[in-house]
């Protein structure tokens, strides 16, 4: 079947320029800030990096969402929990650790489970992302309410 530019056809296929729209547009809802170590202008490495760390923070806010009736009774940490998480190329954790402790075992413990459960749901990691095992950035959660949404997030990829 041949397209003709004003076929009715060819209205349901999207330019190149309103796919990238679309995607930039995705990146500004998400509300994700970037640190960028280019002077505030990002390289291709690090959108891959920050496109795969979107989806691993999708994947742990759908999982709290199903699992938030067993989250401890704070909203508020004590002070900030930072998780470590390596992931190996097929998407399973290659290393999960508990940084800094929330000052609250049971809090801790709930964190280090939100992040195991939700790696069932974990892509693989992109080809084009070669390290291996793959190291996303630290998760600094400072209350159990930036697990509600994936607003608010911080990726800081100054070292890639």
Partial sequence: ???????????????????????????????????SNRGGIASIDQIKHLNYCQKIIGCIVTTYKINNHTAPNKKMLDRRARVQLALNRNGTIAHLALQESSGDSAVDAFLLNMFKDASSSFPPVPAALTENPYQLPLFSIDSLESFRSTQGWHIDTTSI
Avoid: R
Wanted: glycine share 2%; no cysteine.
């Fill in 1 to 35: 079947a041949h397209i003709t530019k004003n076929s009715p056809e060819s209205k349901n296929i999207p330019t190149l320029a309103q796919i990238t729209q679309g995607f930039v547009a995705h990146l500004q809802q998400a509300d994700m800030a970037v640190k």
